[in-house]
């Protein structure tokens, strides 16, 4: 058979069947953290790129109105 690498532990592991495609990780707990990475990566990604369109874009409805200290007042979204 042929010897493959895990993409979560790098161990290298033999591929028990030559039937679909070849598998990335060497055990169920490697798929399951690796999961669970791509849940965190992909919610801070989401963030950054939430974060950095508002910073960029103006706001959807011109500008906000200041409040008494001169600073923005805070927009609720919901």
């Known amino acids: 058979m042929t010897t493959l690498y895990c993409a979560c532990c790098g161990r290298p592991f033999v591929r028990t069947s030559a039937r679909g495609p ?23 990604t989401a963030t950054r790129q939430t974060v950095e369109r508002h910073e960029v874009e103006p706001a959807p409805f011109g500008r906000l109105p200041a409040t008494a200290g001169g600073q923005r007042a805070v927009a609720s979204w919901r």
């Open 22 to 44: 070849a598998p990335f990780y060497c055990s169920q707990d490697c798929r399951l953290q690796m999961a669970v990475r791509r849940r965190a990566w992909n919610g801070r």
